[in-house]
């Protein structure tokens, strides 16, 4: 099985702020990497899928990048209501897999 | 609008068994692969099984393999997952979520529906 690291596993941080979130793969997904967010009491939801690509929708502060086995989530300017949980997760093969997440806070 | 909704979830004694829906609107449900993924209290997601379009093509987690069952009804427009032998393990929340025209991520997700398994 593809393992999914995320780093950190929490970080706080102020609204303006950039931050970026890391992914690491035990081996190259050749790009199969989504990223998600997911508020407490509610249901994940995308925000960047195949590494880089915004999902219709999602504010341009998110961005995604990497390749191989490394991929990186940054937000640029935080805003009030991207203090979430963000997983990575990965389809390039079964099993699918997700990352145990990141928190970020208020600081 | 595009909506996923999921039923089924309750309390359930360890060994009994639980059939969870996931009605879908809005988007072409027939066109569509769909997914269940899971999640237990104050941890992360977990992939459970997915389900091609047609529902030719079948995949489970590993540890999924032998107790659920994905399935769907394209003209009800619903999927489906029966667990049998459910153990304390499993308490979760439920999501479905769809698939995606082009790209393999999880585009829409349903509220989750929770199973509680306890004596």
């Known amino acids: 099985d593809i393992q999914m690291t995320q780093s950190p596993s929490s970080l706080s941080a102020s609204v303006g702020d950039r931050v970026i979130l890391t992914c690491r793969a035990s081996?190259?997904?050749?790009?199969?990497l989504n990223w998600y967010q997911q508020k407490p009491g509610t249901a994940p939801k995308l925000l960047i899928y195949?590494?880089?690509t915004l999902q219709s929708g999602v504010p341009s502060r998110f961005s995604g990048s990497g390749s191989g086995t490394d991929y990186t989530l940054t937000i640029s300017g935080l805003q009030p209501e991207d203090f979430a949980t963000y997983y990575c997760?990965?389809?390039?093969?079964?099993?699918?897999?997700f990352g145990q997440g990141t928190r970020l806070d208020i600081k | 609008e595009v909506e996923l909704v999921e039923s089924g979830g309750g309390p359930v004694k360890p060994g009994g068994s639980l059939r969870l829906s996931c009605s879908a609107s809005?988007?072409?449900?027939?066109?569509?692969?769909m997914n269940w993924v899971r999640q237990a209290p104050g941890k992360g997601l977990e992939w459970v099984s997915s389900?091609?379009?047609?529902?030719?093509?079948?995949l489970y987690a590993d540890s999924m393999q032998g107790r659920f069952t994905i399935s769907r009804d394209n003209v009800k427009n619903s999927l489906y997952l029966q667990i049998n032998s459910l153990r304390a393990e499993d308490t979760a929340v439920y999501y479905c979520?769809?698939?995606?025209?082009?790209?393999?991520?999880?585009?829409?997700w349903g509220q989750g529906t929770m199973v509680s398994v306890s004596s």
């Open positions: 809005g988007f072409p449900f027939d066109s569509y692969s």
């Open positions: 979520a769809s698939g995606s025209r082009g790209h393999d991520a999880f585009e829409m």
């Open positions: 195949a590494a880089t």
């Open positions: 389900i091609s379009s047609s529902g030719s093509h079948i």
């Open positions: 997760q990965h389809t390039y093969i079964t099993p699918i897999t």
């Open positions: 081996r190259n997904i050749n790009n199969y």
